[in-house]
């Protein structure tokens, strides 16, 4: 083996000798590889949030202030969803994510936060779910939230826990947001919300009474600096709820988890984490306290998840555990890959569990404080984020806080104008889902067990009580959740409209499937003259569930007519060179509409040709930017699958 070192001396080498560019220089080289196009073409427009450009330099850093995460570097703790409607299956979930290597595990309460939850009655039924675990707990039940928390409060007392520790995640307005009413109305909630913080503060140092979680803005549509300012003006309410309520203002925000959702947009989340952390601290400032930075727990969005190709659901939860991890969350929450579909299966589970654990021990990213820290690309999106997000905190504020934002549909409106622009995006593939919308396949979707499933119900008249404490007895005396919940008159607003990104074409590909809609790609000329556009055109048309069949190569115009009788399609696009169009396309459309096709398409833009190739039968032309949803919504209609 060569010695390296034998023909190079590296101590000869001089690392500063090599020719320093300026930005200037940088685009000029890049736009001469680009052949006189401009370097603009790199910038990567999201349209919903800060545009990423193709270089940063300190100089984009002159002025920001640098926002973050103080601190030693530590593990972020990973947590497991556990829910079945049976308490005895749910124990079995969590007695299998913590020996898979979960720290804590997540209860999320059936018919309070969703038909995935556990059901839970009284205390017998969580004793039944926990069993011997006393494991870190969380427990979710949106508007039933007190109730609930003392179920789990009266466990730890009876089991002889000196020390719990876990979240009982308190979020009226979060409950709202999610479409689930109160029990009571919002002013009651948020008395309720102040006596179990001040409880919990008193009693339970190891736990946290209340969470702010901006899950149902993503699931909605949010942006980045939407989502942060959404979190803000709740976190915001429950600070002022909290300190009326008798707290101080560092003793309010102790009790304060921030729960966000987030999308496979690693740098994008990297940069939202950051941002919403020094704004919570700046917050926190000007309320008096102290400027601590926000607590924050993650999970990959459900806005991002998909019925189709679930396998790269995977890919997306390791970004937003990677996102997670780098912009300093101090908890997980695994997703498995089928989630979207049902139940999740064991290796859904598993892959989930595993994936924070290759990325801390075996990737290392925990061992380092704020890695993202200085990187100017994530530096200049975090004080971008940070600006655009205090102003729509403002604006909160101004009108009359979180709660006037979500009862008079503020916030409602903005995430609706906000999921249109992100669906016009979707639509035209500027976004795209892999697997769904870009490198579609037409295999049978997954199937998986479906979450609703309710044991039966455990009703009784709601009582009075005078505090937390009289609720806390009665739910060591074995009362019925629905006797501790004590409704009054149910509150509701109306709440954003949850979408994931998939949905509007898994919702094409599900009515393909059951039509069993097909279409033939007329191939004209040899494979350099077709295969791009060939290639386009059967993503395109795999992205609503529309099977491909491809003519024999060199076809000629006569022979288009038996490759249409063959396929069974009555759907035909042309796909070959622009030379080939002219001299051919308009004699092979007019083939195969006297054929019987119904709907011929052309790949690619037809220039001084349309007038000419719609004559001779050509319906319509795809290509790129063109809006790919609208154009499979009308095939789909046509062929009578919608």
């Known amino acids: 083996m060569t010695d390296l070192k034998s023909k190079v001396d590296l101590r000869d080498i001089d690392i500063n000798a090599h020719p320093t560019l300026s930005a200037a220089d940088w685009r000029a080289r890049v736009e001469a590889d680009m052949k006189g196009r401009s370097a603009d073409k790199l910038i990567y427009k999201t349209g919903l949030g800060p545009e990423i450009q193709p270089l940063y330099t300190a100089q984009d850093l002159a ?47 059936y018919n309070t936060t969703g038909p995935g939850g556990v059901q839970i009655r009284a205390l017998a039924d969580l004793d039944a779910a926990l069993g011997e675990i006393d494991a870190w707990t969380s427990i979710t039940a949106g508007g039933a939230f007190d109730a609930a928390a003392a179920l789990l409060i009266a466990r730890w007392q009876r089991r002889g826990i000196e020390a719990p520790l876990g979240a009982l995640n308190a979020d009226p307005l979060g409950a709202l947001a999610a479409g689930r009413p109160l029990p009571w109305g919002l002013d009651v909630a948020l008395s309720r919300l102040a006596m179990l913080a001040r409880y919990t503060h008193d009693h339970l140092p190891g736990v946290t009474a209340v969470a702010v979680d901006t899950t149902p803005y993503h699931h909605a549509g949010a942006t980045p600096a939407q989502d942060i300012a959404y979190a803000l003006a709740t976190g915001v309410a429950y600070l002022r709820a909290l300190v009326k309520g008798g707290l101080g203002v560092d003793e309010a925000a102790a009790q304060i988890v921030f729960r966000f959702s987030l999308s496979p947009e690693q740098f994008t989340e990297i940069a939202r984490l950051r941002a919403a952390r020094a704004l919570w601290s700046r917050v926190l400032e000007v309320a008096g306290g102290r400027p601590a930075p926000m607590r924050q727990v993650t999970r990959l969005s459900p806005r991002s998840l998909t019925r189709r190709d679930p396998w790269v659901n995977m890919l997306r939860d390791t970004a937003a555990s990677f996102a997670g991890i780098v912009g300093g969350a101090e908890a997980l929450i695994s997703t498995p890959f089928d989630a979207a579909l049902g139940r999740p299966e064991a290796l859904g589970r598993r892959a989930a569990r595993n994936t924070p654990l290759i990325l801390c021990q075996e990737a290392g990213l925990d061992a380092v404080a704020d890695p993202a820290g200085g990187a100017y690309l994530i530096e200049a999106l975090t004080a971008q984020l940070a600006e655009a997000a205090w102003s729509i905190f403002q604006e909160i504020e101004a009108e009359g806080e979180m709660a006037e934002a979500l009862r008079g549909g503020r916030v409602k409106a903005s995430l609706d104008a906000a999921w249109r622009a992100r669906l016009a995006r979707l639509a035209r593939r500027q976004d795209e889902i892999t697997g769904v919308s870009a490198f579609a396949s037409t295999a049978p979707r997954l199937t998986r067990e479906a ?10 008249e709601p009582i009075e009580f005078e505090g937390f404490e009289d609720r806390l007895k009665a739910a060591g005396e074995g009362f019925p959740l629905s006797a501790l919940i004590a409704v009054d008159e149910p509150y509701e607003i109306p709440a954003p409209t949850p979408h994931t990104l998939a949905e509007p074409f898994e919702r094409l590909m599900d009515a393909a499937e059951s039509k069993g809609v097909s279409a033939l790609l007329a191939n004209l000329g040899a494979l350099a003259q077709h295969t791009a556009r060939a290639t386009f055109s059967e993503n395109l048309l795999h992205a609503g569930g529309i099977k491909v069949t491809h003519s024999p190569p060199h076809i000629e115009a006569a022979d288009v007519a038996a490759a249409l009788k063959a396929s069974g399609a009555r759907i035909v696009v042309l796909c070959g060179s622009d030379a080939l169009y002219e001299a051919h396309a308009a004699d092979v459309a007019a083939r195969l509409k006297a054929a019987g096709a119904r709907d011929v398409l052309l790949a690619g833009k037809p220039g001084a040709l349309e007038g000419a190739l719609r004559a001779a039968g050509v319906d319509r032309f795809i290509h790129l930017g063109g809006d790919a949803l609208e154009t499979l919504t009308y095939l789909l209609r046509r062929e009578g699958a919608l």
């Open 451 to 460: 979450v609703t499933r309710p044991l039966s119900p455990q009703v009784a």
């Open 63 to 109: 002025g920001l202030p640098l926002m973050g995460a103080p601190g030693a570097p530590r593990s972020p703790q990973r947590r497991v969803i556990c829910a079945h409607p049976e308490p005895a299956v749910t124990h079995t979930l969590a007695r299998e994510a913590l020996d898979g290597g979960a720290d804590a595990i997540e209860l999320p309460l």
